[in-house]
């Protein structure tokens, strides 16, 4: 007894010591973009919806595609659409509904580091100069930073904003698209073919403004006027790169923003470029905000408590760790209670030998009063199960002898004297043997009869 317990002490010490020294450590951030309503971590955005939440009245946040809100209410009342991610999952419904919602006067504004499909509908691209390191490597060694311009004016900017060049690494194209056509011997073949329809395609586009047409090794580039009514750019680089357009859109908006980053909590509290943040979403002011979940990292993915603890490192090892305890615990107590089962035979149906045990009983005695009683008694009962009348609880009327009559096809003069008189002998508790046989042979054949 002594034993176990300083074996628990010294277990619950071990416990305390590693409690301890994980609570004393370092937290160990995590760099991964999330845009989470809930990560906390750098590139969460627990900042921005709270801050945003509590300076517009008309906020939320929802997990639900561009398709599910326009078949939820296609005509609801012009609002402004946030969506930041780190790459859109957009498909070509996404897009015609995207389309739909500025036609109607939407605002949407699209934050990421691409747009696929969406590029191709509306003739841009987006490029980035170089590659650079991981922030968190950056700010370890090198810490310079870049600038960054805000304003419709190009010569008179707004305001300018110090942020690292991992915050703008991409930039976009206006009026341009790219698409890639390998070359192969096939192409080589029909090259006479191809170089007329380029001819022709050349002369057709040219008329409609023109592009360049720039052909390298592996693909073109064709360089087409962007689709839109018009077009602002919002903010760009020291080079003049459009880091942000605001485009028109029939009566609606659309906001190309690749400086997503700046959304996240590291940027929210860096300085002064929440003030960044808030400029651009002043262009949406006056509508209800929504910003949409469902692309990218949260692309239908449910937001349950389960989700929440598995995306959690912490949270996630300690529910391996419960688990396996579990296991553990049901493998040894099962090993440790494990008992032979001894086989229980099945009890015989004494059924059939209790029923003749008294028959027996009253054969012998030679009761036939009570032996035509009880026949009485189980004829009743299938009579009333099968044809609904009853000849036990009360006294039967012309009715109930002329439907037992009309089931079983015998005459009803018959069953009323086989009945009348197996009451009689009941009443009297006597009957001889051979009037008991006809009294028993007399309601097996009413019985047959309506069993068949």
Not at 198 to 206: F, K, L, M, V
Not at 333 to 358: D, E
């Amino acid at each position: 007894m002594k034993g176990s317990r300083l074996y628990m002490l010294f277990l619950g010490l071990v416990l305390a010591l590693v409690f301890l020294s994980e609570y004393m450590a370092p937290h160990k951030f995590s760099w991964k973009p999330t845009f989470d309503k809930n990560d906390k971590e750098p590139f969460g955005c627990y900042v921005f919806d709270d801050v945003v939440s509590s300076s517009i009245d008309d906020y939320s946040v929802i997990n639900k595609t561009l398709y599910q809100i326009f078949q939820e209410d296609s005509t609801a009342a012009p609002r402004a659409f946030l969506i930041v991610e780190d790459g859109l999952h957009f498909g070509d419904i996404d897009t015609d509904i995207l389309l739909k919602l500025l036609k109607q006067g939407n605002q949407v504004m699209l934050c990421a580091d691409n747009f696929p499909y969406l590029s191709d509908s509306l003739s841009f691209n987006v490029s980035h100069d170089k590659y650079y390191m991981s922030l968190d490597k950056y700010l370890r060694g090198n810490k310079e930073r870049d600038i960054i311009f805000f304003g419709t004016d190009t010569l008179k900017p707004e305001y300018r904003y110090e942020v690292y060049p991992q915050m703008h690494n991409k930039y976009i194209i206006p009026g341009h698209s790219r698409s890639i056509a390998k070359k192969n011997e096939t192409e080589a073949a029909d090259s006479i073919e191809t170089d007329e329809q380029t001819d022709s395609a050349e002369s057709i586009d040219s008329s409609d403004g023109g592009y360049i047409t720039e052909e390298t090794e592996d693909y073109f580039t064709k360089f087409y006027p962007i689709k839109c009514d018009s077009m602002q750019i919002l903010v760009w680089d020291t080079d003049n790169k459009p880091l942000a357009l605001r485009v028109f859109l029939g009566k609606g908006e659309l906001f190309l923003v690749t400086t997503h980053l700046m959304f996240t909590n590291f940027n929210m509290l860096d300085g002064d470029n929440a003030s960044y943040v808030f400029r651009l979403l002043n262009y949406m002011k006056g509508k209800p905000l929504v910003r949409i979940e469902a692309y990218g990292s949260h692309y239908d993915k449910p937001d349950t408590p389960l989700r929440y603890i598995l995306l959690t490192p912490s949270l996630r090892w300690a529910l391996y760790s419960i688990l396996a305890l579990l296991l553990l615990f049901m493998i040894f107590t099962a090993k440790r209670r494990q008992r032979i089962i001894p086989v229980v035979a099945t009890p015989p149906n004494r059924s059939l030998s209790f029923m003749y045990l008294i028959s027996n009983l009253y054969f012998q005695r030679h009761d036939n009063g009570e032996i035509l009683k009880m026949k009485y008694l189980y004829f009743c009962s299938e009579v009333k199960r099968l044809v609904g009348v009853d000849f036990q609880e009360r006294v039967p009327d012309e009715y109930d002898y002329k439907r037992l009559a009309d089931k079983t096809g015998i005459e009803m003069g018959i069953i009323y004297s086989l009945l009348q008189n197996i009451r009689m002998a009941i009443y009297r508790s006597e009957a001889e043997d051979e009037r008991l046989k006809q009294f028993i042979d007399g309601m097996n054949d009413i019985l047959n009869a309506l069993k068949n």
